[in-house]
């Protein structure tokens, strides 16, 4: 089965700063892989996704990831963090089967990142 | 503005009480989702719908039944709510890619129902 992890509970940097929110992924075949942010009381909200093509994907409000298959790891990044970066992220893989339809999609347990001014 | 529409938004129910969970997208897409959130466990799915027509069981699907309505409406419904079922529910929803199988578009979520079970 897939699955992902989140090895950091949190995250805490300066604003400013660089960031990186880890994940590393199991899965058989090639990963689909997802990065997702969620504000206080809200939904989540896409940020970027890898499918195939370059390792290093750019996605909404800056963030870009960085995809290893050696190291079977997708972190999250961004140059300079502001303070309204501060929120919970998940790292998710595509549950893949190539039977259904649809995006099934299993999730990290997320990573609370604080940005500090 | 467009999106996927959730209600209630908070509810308290006292355990074998019984109630639905209503969702609606109108971004016409084909698939369907809901989620529960629980602190240090991410999102789970319970049940999915990936067409109008068609429902199927998620990671944790026990205690919960789900009707995809028609292609905008998607509910949950818990017959007889016990404490354990006590989270934060999301639906969400997402769009078929051209040739179906392989869907590989990002999911829309609504902003949850706040759940708590007495």
């Known amino acids: 089965a897939q699955s992902v992890a989140q090895p950091e509970d949190q995250v805490n940097v300066a604003e400013g700063n660089p960031l990186t929110v880890k994940c590393t992924y199991s899965?058989?075949?090639?990963?689909?892989l997802f990065w997702y942010v969620q504000y206080p009381n809200r939904g989540l909200q896409f940020l970027l996704k890898?499918?195939?093509?370059?390792?290093l994907v750019k996605g909404s409000y800056g963030f870009e990831a960085e995809f290893n298959k050696s190291q079977t790891s997708f972190h999250l990044k961004k140059p300079s963090a502001l303070v309204s970066d501060s929120a919970l992220y998940f790292c998710a893989v595509r549950d893949f089967n190539p039977m259904e339809y649809g995006n099934k999609l299993v999730f990290g347990a997320g990573t609370i990142l604080r940005v500090k001014s | 503005n467009a999106g996927v529409t959730q209600t209630p938004k908070f509810q308290v129910l006292k355990t074998g009480q019984s109630m639905t969970l209503q969702c609606a997208q109108d971004?016409?897409?084909?698939?369907m989702y809901w989620y529960r959130q629980d602190p240090g466990m991410g999102l789970r799915l319970i049940y999915y719908s990936a067409s109008e027509g068609t429902t199927d069981k998620g990671e944790v699907p026990n205690g919960y039944n789900v009707s995809r309505l028609n292609k905008r409406e998607f509910s949950l419904r818990l017959e007889s709510a016990a404490p354990s079922q006590t989270s934060v529910y999301f639906c969400a929803s997402s769009l078929r890619d051209r040739d179906g199988l392989y869907s590989n578009q990002p999911q829309h979520f609504g902003d949850g129902t706040r759940l708590s079970i007495l």
């Open positions: 890898y499918i195939t093509g370059d390792n």
């Open positions: 899965v058989s075949g090639n990963p689909y």
């Open positions: 971004m016409n897409h084909n698939s």
